[in-house]
């Protein structure tokens, strides 16, 4: 098994920054693609950006620019720097890991085996 856990949420005026983490524990093999989402007040959850193995990178188009996803191998952590935030980013952020390469694009669901409890980010206009 596999246990995810994000910090680092909070609220921010728009234009500000914040960086999430996503600590990871457990069954440390085999997990090759890492994700974040984010779900906000009735709408759907959607991918915002994942990395590879090998470091492929994907980002949703709303956050390109603004947001860059990146790994600790060291410290099994993965982040999310947000910079220029804007109010349509408030939403609830988790983090998921999965067992098979990125597909990119559309994020999958099924891309990822394992998710995190999920941390509110909140950004005031």
């Known amino acids: 098994q596999v246990q995810l856990v994000e910090s680092g949420g909070g609220s921010v005026q728009a234009g500000g920054s914040l960086r999430l983490s996503c600590s990871r524990s457990?069954?440390?093999?085999?997990?090759?693609?890492m994700g974040w989402f984010r779900q906000a007040p009735g709408k759907e959850r959607e991918g915002v950006a994942s990395?590879?193995?090998?470091?492929?990178?994907t980002y949703t188009d709303s956050v390109k620019g603004r947001f860059t996803i990146s790994k600790d191998y060291a410290k099994n952590t993965l982040y999310l720097q947000m910079n220029s935030l804007k109010p349509e980013d408030t939403a609830m952020y988790y983090c998921?890991?999965?067992?098979?390469?990125?597909?990119?694009?559309?994020?999958?669901?099924?891309?990822?085996?394992?998710w995190g409890q999920g941390i509110q980010v909140t950004v005031s206009s």
């Open positions: 990395i590879d193995d090998d470091e492929t990178i």
């Open positions: 998921a890991a999965g067992h098979r390469y990125c597909s990119g694009g559309d994020f999958p669901l099924n891309d990822y085996n394992y």
């Open positions: 457990g069954y440390m093999y085999s997990i090759y693609c």
